[in-house]
């Protein structure tokens, strides 16, 4: 009989090779159950704890979840004819109107609302293939505008007709006609269906205003804080055009006094004349009386052909356009109006103040035009003038000769003043009673409007609004204004008595002399004054070519066929 032990070895070897478990009792089974259990916990074991060592040198990226576009379908939602109303501050944008395939340094007004009237889907424009994606396309938009700013121009009160899309119910298609329907049209009586009744019961609840999108809200959360939306008309006339129903536009041209920094002269001889003869104004201040008995002679229907830009493109021989009011006057800050402090001198005469006293205030100013229509860069050319005319290069006859056509039928060559401080300050529709909902008139808390985009202050005030947004503009500009402002006193208060002294010897002249030539200090808008040489008044100067020759060269460049008749403009009255 065999020995256990070996018996014991012998099924210890068969589980170390290839056992044959047909042989194996009961008790070894057991046994084999157990130790195969053990390593397969053990290799478990091992396993985890290398997994956990290569997650922690180099742990698995998070998954992100995948957002899916939705397609937005117009068809589902009503739209509606307004009108908005939006300012601007223009010096970093490349003026209003956006042209395709002409890439400017700085992007367009257009381009902005664009942009945010896009992302809103508040329009759906016909596609154009003659337009790149991305590039603003107001085909299907009946999109006008009232005015087209330049390059730097900004805007306070710019309008503009648009289509988009509204909060209305769409009215409910009719499914099925009634029999009684059917003998009711037979028999020639009107009859209103059920889908009729339902949308006359809609209409009748939905409220123009109060329930619709809060349009100056939603654009101005997806604006640059430069522009912002002040108002929107719900209910314009059905033929409103934003450029042809404006009946009066108002720009504004402001200016400080003085122009540009002066000297602190003030020995300067009284019969001190200019190269032209004139009387000379201390340098850098301007004749504002003078200034404002120039800018009446604007008023009236004149031919603008000598204060403009001549466009080919635009073949326009009729220059003439009606100035309402032309004036020059003080801009005071505050809401009542009030002067800023003044410095006592002793003096009623405004050329004798001293602005480069630490505590002296440089006055504002501004030349004031409203006029019907305006010509390509022409308030810009009216300033112009005013200023030769201010420094006491210019009489104010020039104007009066300008605006003669038989006299002069040429405009002189002479530059156009500065872009930055002019602002298209309104645009009036007289004749039409056009009711503005503007910021703040409306809240929308009552109806949960605020969650369409809205705010408690009704998009005016509040975390936000448009108060607040533009608070961190003028917060920003008015902080750079007080340093340099601060640094201007520094640098005056500095420097020796007789270093005063000298420049009081040195006169205080606009007439800068050589040996050899004489170069005239001359401003025309802007931070400082140009170099100009010696003077040449206005009126001997070379002649640019005629409106005539200019759009005769145009259409033979382009091929185009000469006009049997003149070419009238529909915004002139």
């Known amino acids: 009989m065999a ?96 042209h395709a395939n002409n890439t400017t340094p700085n992007p367009t007004i257009e381009e902005e609302m664009w942009k945010a009237l896009q992302k809103a889907k508040l329009i759906f424009p016909t596609p154009n293939p003659a337009l790149k994606d991305g590039e603003p396309n107001w085909d299907g ?49 009107p009859c209103m269906s059920d889908n009729e009744e339902q949308q006359a019961g809609d209409d009748a609840a939905f409220d123009t205003v109060k329930d619709e999108i809060p349009y100056p809200q939603v654009l101005n959360r997806l604006l640059p804080p430069e522009i912002r939306v002040l108002a929107w008309c719900p209910e314009p006339p059905p033929d409103f055009s934003a450029r042809f129903s404006c009946g009066e536009r108002r720009y504004k041209y402001f200016f400080t006094q003085p122009a540009f920094a002066p000297t602190t002269s003030s020995n300067e001889s009284p019969d001190a004349r200019n190269l032209n003869g004139s009387p000379r104004q201390r340098e850098g ?146 004749n039409l009673d056009l009711q503005w909902v503007h ?22 005030y509040g975390l936000g609004g448009a108060v607040d947004e533009m608070w961190k503009v003028w917060h920003g500009h008015k902080i750079d204004e007080v340093l340099a402002g601060e640094l201007l006193d520094l640098t005056v208060r500095g420097g020796s008595k007789r270093e005063e002294e000298k420049e009081e010897q040195m006169g205080s002249q606009n007439v800068v002399k050589g040996s050899s030539s004489q170069s005239q200090k001359v401003y025309l808008g802007g931070d400082a004054p140009r170099l100009m ?16 020759a200019v759009n005769e060269k145009y259409r033979r460049r382009k091929g185009l066929p000469t006009p049997e008749s003149s070419r009238a403009t529909s915004d002139v009255v």
Request: aromatic content about 8%.
């Open 3 to 98: 020995n256990p032990s070996a018996k014991e070895a012998n099924h210890q070897s068969s589980i170390d090779s290839a056992p044959n478990y047909s042989t194996w009792d009961s008790r070894h089974l057991v046994e084999r159950v157990t130790h195969l259990e053990e390593q397969l916990r053990k290799q478990t074991a091992k396993y985890e704890l290398l997994s956990r060592k290569a997650e922690s040198a180099s742990p698995t990226p998070k998954r992100t979840r995948t957002k899916t576009t939705r397609q937005f379908d117009p068809s589902k939602y009503s739209a509606r004819f307004i009108a908005l109303k939006f300012a601007y501050l223009g010096q970093d944008y490349n003026g209003l109107e956006y």
């Open 141 to 189: 938009c009946e999109y006008s505008k009232s005015g087209r700013t330049d390059k730097g121009v900004s805007a306070f009160g710019q309008v503009i007709g648009i289509r988009v899309r509204s909060n209305r119910p769409l009215p409910k298609r009719r499914t099925e006609v009634s029999e009684e329907e059917d003998n009711s049209s037979a028999s020639g009586q």
């Open 285 to 430: 201040w301007l004749g504002i009386e003078t200034m404002k008995e120039a800018a009446s002679k604007f008023e009236g229907l004149h031919d603008f052909r000598n204060f403009c830009k001549v466009d080919p493109s635009k073949q326009i021989d009729n220059f003439r356009r009606r100035i309402n009011s032309a004036d020059v006057v003080e801009v005071k800050p505050g809401r009542d109006g009030e002067a800023p402090p003044e410095v006592p001198n002793g003096s009623d005469d405004e050329s004798n103040e001293d602005p480069l006293h630490a505590h002296a205030t440089p006055k504002i100013y501004a030349f004031k035009v409203q006029g019907s229509a305006f010509l390509w860069h022409q308030v810009r050319h009216m300033v112009a003038i005013l200023f030769l005319i201010g420094q006491g290069l210019e009489p104010p006859s020039l104007i009066t000769d300008l605006l003669n056509i038989d006299k002069t039928p040429q405009r002189p060559t002479y530059d156009m003043a500065d872009a930055s401080s002019l602002v298209l300050e309104d645009c009036k529709f007289p």
């Open 439 to 460: 910021l703040g008139d409306y809240t929308g808390a009552e109806r949960g409007i605020a969650k369409a985009g809205g705010s408690v202050g009704g998009g005016k």
């Open 533 to 548: 040489g010696k003077y040449i008044p206005v009126l001997d100067r070379p002649r640019m070519e005629s409106v005539a």
